[in-house]
């Protein structure tokens, strides 16, 4: 106690200063308008930019938790959309031939259906570039499914474990697609050969093909990909390697620097189409 007194007897001019400026501070502000009115305008915007900063904090520790809903909501609409196609496809079908009577027991499961899933890392900065991917077997993904984003395709499924996938994405050389530009009935092989990362080559396609730049590159003929998913927009005319065909330049829908969230597509009859083709033997 005989401490405190005398730390309080050494500092009384610095105790007394604090105190007659605190009782000056609250004078000036609740005895003048104007004083008040500034200080209540500075305390507001101090608290508001607390409070924005606050609610930048929250919004981020929740952002991962709200992208994973909505890709899964996402993938959720996906299936619904192909389920919807089935019905439709397997009803007009039916309609022609056995009456709408018999449509809904006839009708065809859907092919596709979409598992969501997240990037865990990413090599692209050089040629033999991959995706990791937070979804393995257990989640029911296979070698040779197909992976896309929200704005195109992403590549393909290369090999699994339990919990996690790696993908050979558009940007590697070992990648190739069959691709058109939409409302063509010409196909092409669309690859890359780099070095930008968002730019591809359309190949293969007739002379007469017409071009346009902008014009929107799709899939074609594919085992792995449904038809007409979008690819990339054509930019200009590529240096061909036969002269009897045209090659284009394709800007690529998906952004691999910001890629995060994709979509693993699931074939349902991938596996029984694969073994009836492969029975095919050509003497």
Do not use: C
Not at 83 to 96: E, N, R
Not at 173 to 182: E, G, H, M
Request: glycine share 4%; aromatic share 10%; no cysteine.
């Amino acid at each position: 106690m005989r401490n405190f007194i005398d730390f309080l007897i050494k500092k009384s001019s610095w105790i007394w200063a604090i105190l007659l400026t605190v009782v000056s501070l609250y004078l000036v502000f609740t005895q003048n308008s104007y004083q008040r009115s500034v200080y209540l305008t500075s305390a507001n915007r101090v608290t508001g930019e607390i409070y924005k900063f606050s609610n930048q904090i929250e919004s981020y520790i929740h952002m991962q938790r709200n992208n994973r809903q909505l890709l899964e909501e996402n993938a959720r609409l996906h299936n619904e959309v192909e389920t919807l196609k089935s019905v439709l496809t397997g009803f007009a079908t039916d309609s022609i031939y056995y009456g709408h009577a018999f449509a809904n027991d006839t009708a065809r499961p859907p092919q596709f259906d979409f598992i969501p899933a997240t990037v865990v890392n990413k090599s692209i900065s050089g040629v033999n570039n991959f995706l990791t991917l937070d979804k393995g077997l257990l989640d029911g993904v296979k070698s040779d499914m197909g992976v896309i984003s929200q704005t195109g395709i992403v590549g393909v499924i290369f090999n699994v474990s339990d919990h996690f996938s790696v993908v050979i994405p558009v940007v590697n050389p070992k990648f190739r697609v069959s691709a058109k530009i939409k409302n063509s009935e010409n196909s092409g092989s669309l690859g890359w050969s780099g070095p930008e990362l968002n730019i591809a080559q359309l190949e293969q396609l007739p002379k007469h093909e017409p071009f346009r730049s902008g014009d929107t590159v799709v899939t074609s003929y594919s085992r792995i990909f449904p038809k007409d998913l979008v690819i990339g927009y054509t930019v200009s005319v590529a240096k061909s390697k036969d002269d009897n065909f045209n090659s284009f330049n394709i800007e690529l829908a998906s952004d691999f620097h910001s890629l995060q969230h994709v979509m693993i597509i699931r074939d349902r009859f991938f596996d029984e189409q694969r073994k009836l083709e492969e029975s095919i033997s050509i003497p």
